[in-house]
């Protein structure tokens, strides 16, 4: 673990053995949608919740971990990202305290930037294998949300971020090609078009767009 992170410990029953072998090559992203860190903490190691991660950053930086890398923490559930239908057993789950209507804060975002480097290099996960948990779920899932920086991770090399160029009397029946070819599941549409607008285009709403189109077909070359 990073030097420069003082990870507390507080162990949550809720994990188990990884799958067929898989090894952690994702990391998922979640908003705890809970008043405090504390309530959040509370909820992920009760066994009869059934839910937890691995890590878990407040608001002011603080961070926990909850359950060994080694393990299949239960943050997951279900969805799917690359063909892949058990992600719990192939990604490390961090949560970051956050209702999920509000910014993110500087001192949670800097050190989720740290704990992802660490994560990241320790276990040769490429940026785009850092995923939402709504890219995975789409239409059952938000988080992290609207307000989380997704431009500033890329950015700092630890997500990856489209680069548009104008894409002219582009096929809308593309969307659903383009969107599974960066990694989405193959879902209804509108719920396709919200996934990819949470995470890269948070402020757009309305029919699909020239600019959606772009961006997922930016997202398909990637």
């Given at each position: ?10 162990p ?53 971990q909850?359950?060994e890398e ?11 990202w ?15 305290a ?21 994560l ?19 239409g059952r899932?938000s988080?992290p ?8 991770l890329?950015?700092?090399?630890h ?27 193959s ?36």
């Open positions: 673990m990073a030097a420069s992170l003082d990870i507390m410990s507080c949550s029953p809720n994990f188990g053995q990884r799958r067929d072998g898989a090894a952690a090559d994702h990391i998922i992203l979640h908003y705890t949608a809970m008043d405090s860190a504390a309530d959040a903490l509370a909820r992920l190691c009760d066994p009869a919740a059934e839910v937890s991660c691995h890590y878990l950053i407040d608001e002011r930086g603080a961070v926990w909850l359950v080694s393990h299949r923490a239960w943050h997951a559930g279900a969805g799917e690359c063909g892949i239908g058990d992600m719990n057993s192939r990604s490390i789950g961090i949560e970051l956050n209702r999920g209507d509000h910014p993110f804060p500087e001192p949670q975002m800097r050190v989720l930037e740290t704990l992802l480097g660490d990241r290099q320790r276990h040769a996960i490429p940026p785009r294998n850092v995923i939402g948990h709504s890219d995975m779920a789409p899932k988080d949300g609207r307000r989380f920086d997704w431009r500033r890329a950015l700092s090399g997500a990856v971020w489209p680069e548009l160029n104008a894409v002219p009397d582009t096929d809308p029946n593309r969307l659903r090609d383009d969107l599974c070819a960066f990694g989405y599941p879902v209804d549409d509108p719920d396709l078009l919200e996934a990819m607008r949470l995470r890269f285009r948070p402020w757009a709403r309305g029919p699909l767009s020239p600019e959606d189109m772009a961006t997922a077909a930016a997202l398909a070359a990637l």
